[in-house]
């Protein structure tokens, strides 16, 4: 399969230059599994390469959804045919450590597989369920990547690896990509310094009012309360919330007062 190299326009539209080849499969189900996460990840490129079973029934079952990806997977013989193309192919392995490769943490191989996409084509890829990549395989790839699992119990199921991949690369995407930020509705937006002034001064007033204060300066209460309050970034909304909840205060006490009999009254 080539593919010419794409001059992307964005970084979702380079991710359709990212193929995920699976190499020697045991079970077709696997693959449906390693489909699905690809599809949810926004990735849709997997190549196959000498599958044991061709796909069944279960593959597609397990694909969920993603039988689309199945149907436009190619096979072929031979890893190096699958990537003869490819710019970069980044070999995924279990173990650590296993030959003289650069070795790549997911993250930071998804966001070099991204880069690389504006020159060409980039392969990430998967070894067999039981014996994984073989030494040779491994030397047809550019760097290996290893998902940083317990040494004791390093072997993700196929498909798990895959969705781990798959999952980074879409960070990656997301992050050189990102959604335009929704305009917050006006209530949503920070409180003007104007807003909080008036907040403040309606704010000291109504302590004077219900005399929390009591006969002490009142400085070093409103240098602590603004200190509290601009702290925790109050929206336009949350000021007048309390805007309104002061002027009840105040309502009460003034009331409390001309009755001469509330907790103000000397
Ligand atoms: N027993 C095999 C494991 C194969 S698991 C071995 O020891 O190599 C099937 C494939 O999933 C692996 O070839 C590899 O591509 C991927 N995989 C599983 N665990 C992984 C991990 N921790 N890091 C990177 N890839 C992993």
Do not use: W
């Amino acid at each position: 399969m080539s593919e010419s190299p794409i001059a992307p326009q964005s970084a979702a539209g380079a991710a359709g230059a990212i193929r995920i080849v699976l190499v020697g499969t045991q079970h077709p189900g696997n693959i449906g599994a390693a489909a699905r996460a690809m599809k949810t990840m926004g990735l849709s490129r997997l190549v196959l390469v000498s599958p044991e079973k061709p796909l069944d029934d279960t593959a597609y079952r397990r694909s969920a959804g993603a039988e689309d990806v199945l149907d436009r997977a190619p096979v072929y013989a031979t890893l190096a045919e699958a990537v003869a193309d490819c710019r970069m192919v980044l070999g995924c392995t279990a173990r650590s450590r296993r030959v003289q490769l650069e070795q790549l943490e997911p993250d930071a191989a998804a966001q070099r597989a991204l880069q690389v996409t504006a020159e060409g084509p980039v392969a990430i890829v998967f070894g067999r369920e039981r014996t994984g990549l073989t030494n040779e395989e491994l030397q047809l790839c550019h760097a290996s990547v290893h998902i940083p699992s317990d040494p004791a119990f390093s072997s993700l199921n196929l498909a798990a690896a895959v969705q781990v991949l798959a999952y980074e690369v879409r960070l990656a995407v997301l992050a050189a990509d990102p959604a335009p930020a929704e305009p917050l509705p006006p209530d949503a937006q920070p409180a003007t310094h104007e807003q909080l002034e008036g907040f403040f001064a309606q704010l000291a007033q109504t302590l004077d009012e219900i005399d929390f204060h009591k006969g002490r300066s009142p400085d070093s209460a409103m240098r602590k309360l603004r200190r509290l309050f601009v702290r925790t970034g109050l929206t336009a909304h949350e000021v007048r919330l309390l805007r309104g909840v002061l002027a009840d205060a105040q309502r009460m006490a003034r009331l409390a007062g001309a009755a001469g009999k509330g907790p103000l009254s000397p």
